[in-house]
T-cell receptor, first 114, second 108 residues
């Protein structure tokens, strides 16, 4: 079954702890993205990567980190520095990062900080 | 700055009625605009893009550069159209800028 797989679907974290969200794709896409979805605010871009071993900050990168060691994987770490981490996180990918290419989304991960 | 505005959080219509989901954008260059849809328990997916000028599931959207709008329209709403709809702008590369979204509720 091809597509984008995010795990875990639900995650609880204590304040002060880092947590890593997994994103894997088998679509052979070059570009991958992480978005955060909050009620009433739409989706906001956290980080994106156009090729392996390269990534760029999006609009709300503070308190997050990523890596892109493999083409198919783009994990997101939510650090303790992120002030308001409770949210729904969406991973996405596209063929390449040129304008107009369809972006495909994963099913998302719910993170709750307790 | 690039911005996408969807003024309605919720749009409720009766089955068979026309639908118009509003989207306005601010961008100084030539925009590429999209509508994404998220049905209940499904992942967010592309509905249509302005460069294709196509109709998907009966929906159309016309880019109006003078009014900086990209409203989504359908002449006769169906219950299966109930979903969250996001308008998005691609200012450079594929870094989409999304609006806040509009929930469309089609009542029988």
């Amino acid at each position: 079954d091809g597509g984008i797989t995010q795990s875990p679907k639900y995650l609880f974290r204590k304040e002060g702890q880092n947590v890593t969200l997994s994103c894997e794709q088998n679509l052979n896409h070059d570009a991958m993205y992480w978005y955060r979805q909050d009620p009433g605010q739409g989706l906001r871009l956290i980080y994106y990567s156009q090729i392996v071993n390269d990534f760029q900050k999006g609009d709300i990168a503070e308190g997050y980190s990523v890596s892109r060691e493999k083409k198919e994987s783009f994990p997101l770490t939510v650090t303790s520095a992120q002030k308001n981490p409770t949210a729904f996180y969406l991973c996405a990918s596209s063929i390449w990062a040129n304008s107009g290419n369809t972006i495909y989304f994963g099913e998302g991960s719910w993170l709750t900080v307790v | 700055a690039q911005r996408v505005t969807q003024p309605e959080k919720l749009l409720s219509v009766f089955k068979g009625a026309p639908v118009e989901l509003k989207c306005n954008y601010s961008y100084s260059g030539s925009p590429e605009l999209f509508w994404y849809v998220q049905y209940s328990r499904q992942r967010l997916q592309l509905l249509l893009r302005h460069i294709s000028r196509e109709s998907i599931k009966g929906f159309t959207a016309d880019l109006n550069k003078g009014e900086t709008s990209f409203h989504l329209k359908k002449p006769f709403a169906q219950e299966e159209d109930s979903a969250m709809y996001y308008c998005a702008l691609s200012p450079q590369g594929n870094k989409l800028v999304f609006g806040a979204g509009t929930i469309l509720r089609v009542k029988s």
